[in-house]
């Protein structure tokens, strides 16, 4: 059993008063069909003002109950939905039910050799705002918006009860982080809950396993939670087909797609990206998997550099691999940015078939949910045309069992595997 530090045990508890809301016919049909988000312009009554992480009640207008959620005066997203149709008590017992069924789902992973994977996905899991990432013994807890705070200590109990780990760390998104006035001294990379005997902290970098290599991430300070865990099945996926390949992994971050394409074979592995901490966390990954013929004997180079001006770099020097990987961050945070987007995805697309060799895999992936998927791979096939080299698809793949998708909005990450003449 872990124990809960004082961060944790000064939260305020949920107020015992639920808001009554009546909303739109539109938001009654969207919530009826299982979407999580009630949007601040669709609620046509409410009882009183409410506070961050209240319950709100949805009633229809025979005053039929339709959902309840935690209500957020701080976001558009005014409520998140927790249960529908059915009423249900929001408490310790209810969070233990869905930990454990998300747990459940993710079962087939563990007898993979991974041990790092998403157990909660947020509204995926009907825990909406709201993710839980494992790596081995340590938990990493992030929060998207306020409403979570006076349910906290429940939910971190329910974990427990369900989990086995030495620590849970804290994240905030960035919006959270700024809102200091709601987070009564909650703090990003803090420690929630330790093993008597383990120290505030882990000791160090977290390593764990994904498909038997062995990786590190930093929880505290890492992008995300501190690993790319939405790649796994992408990576092995490059992992089978690298054999005997050269490969460049453009914005490569922590060396995901690098390591298994050194695992599966490949000769000559390059790795790019802009951050430093990103590329010498890289150069350590490899050295935690030298246990592995394959990564022993690959060469090996990182580059912190900007993707952009490496891969034209590259041209230049009329360098060429027989896979390219590009795997950007979010390039379109709003509606209004998809456009700038899909230039940018076409960019990518140009710049990467210029380094590909004549028969070569491109593999090139979004996790920008404003961009559909069609209007994503429509973008990549045409600037292969435009660049007189049509692509021919092997696969379009999606999210894996970590990641379920139960609304439109919680599909974000596409990614095209094809060859190129
Ligand atoms: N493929 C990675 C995840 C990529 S996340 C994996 O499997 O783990 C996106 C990465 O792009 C981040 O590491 C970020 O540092 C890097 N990045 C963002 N903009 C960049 C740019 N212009 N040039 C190089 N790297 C960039």
């Known amino acids: 059993m872990t124990e809960i530090l004082p961060a944790l045990s000064q939260l305020p508890s949920p107020s015992?008063?639920?808001?009554?809301?009546?909303?739109?016919?539109?938001?009654?049909?969207a919530l009826k069909q299982g979407h999580p988000w009630i949007f601040d312009q669709s609620i046509t009554e409410q009882s009183h003002k409410g506070a961050p992480g209240d319950l709100a009640v949805i009633f229809d207008d025979k005053r039929r109950f339709l959902g309840v959620g935690l209500y957020d005066p701080t976001s558009p997203i005014r409520v998140r939905v927790l249960q529908k149709i059915k009423p249900a008590t929001i408490d310790n017992n209810w969070f233990h039910e869905k930990i454990k069924t998300a747990d459940a789902i993710?079962?087939?992973?563990?007898?993979?050799?991974?041990?790092?994977?998403?157990?909660?996905?947020?509204?995926n899991d009907g825990l909406p705002g709201l993710v839980i990432d494992r790596y081995a013994e340590t938990f990493v807890l992030k929060l998207y918006t306020p409403a979570w705070v006076p349910h906290l200590k429940d939910v971190c109990a329910a974990l427990q009860q369900?989990?086995?780990?030495?620590h849970l760390i804290?994240?905030?998104?960035?919006?959270?982080?700024?809102?200091?006035d709601e987070l009564h001294g909650l703090t990003d990379g803090m420690t929630l809950t330790a093993s008597p005997d383990k120290g505030q902290t882990p000791e160090g970098l977290v390593l764990f396993k994904e498909n038997g290599l062995t990786f590190e991430c930093d929880p505290i300070?890492?992008?995300?939670?501190?690993?790319?865990?939405?790649?796994r099945e992408n990576r092995?996926?490059?992992?089978?087909m690298s054999e005997g390949k050269s490969v460049l992994n453009v914005f490569s971050y922590t060396g995901g797609f690098s390591l298994y394409a050194a695992d599966g074979g490949a000769t000559e592995v390059v790795s790019v990206d802009f951050s430093t901490p990103a590329t010498q966390a890289t150069l350590r990954n490899i050295q935690h998997n030298q246990n592995k013929p394959n990564v022993k004997n690959a060469k090996f180079e990182t580059l912190d550099q900007d993707a952009f001006e490496a891969l034209m770099q590259m041209k230049a020097e009329k360098r060429q691999f027989d896979i390219v990987i590009l795997d950007p961050p979010m390039f379109a945070q709003n509606q209004s940015q998809v456009e700038t987007a899909l230039a940018a995805y076409r960019r990518l697309t140009h710049l990467g078939l210029d380094v590909l060799k004549r028969g070569g895999i491109l593999v090139q992936a979004s996790c920008s949910s404003r961009v559909s998927t069609v209007e994503f791979f429509d973008a990549i096939h045409r600037s292969a045309r435009e660049t007189g080299r049509p692509l021919e698809e092997i696969e379009?793949?999606?999210?894996?069992?970590?990641?379920?998708?139960?609304?439109?909005?919680?599909?974000?990450?596409?990614?095209?595997?094809?060859?190129?003449?």
């Open 16 to 29: 015992t008063q639920r808001i009554a809301l009546r909303i739109t016919a539109p938001a009654e049909r």
């Open 106 to 123: 993710r079962a087939p992973l563990r007898k993979q050799e991974t041990d790092g994977y998403r157990l909660i996905h947020g509204e």
């Open 162 to 166: 369900t989990q086995h780990f030495d």
């Open 170 to 180: 804290l994240r905030l998104s960035r919006t959270l982080n700024k809102q200091a």
């Open 221 to 231: 300070n890492g992008q995300k939670t501190g690993f790319f865990l939405d790649q």
């Open 236 to 240: 092995e996926r490059v992992r089978d």
């Open 396 to 421: 379009r793949t999606g999210h894996a069992l970590d990641h379920p998708i139960t609304y439109k909005e919680g599909a974000y990450l596409k990614c095209l595997f094809a060859t190129a003449p």
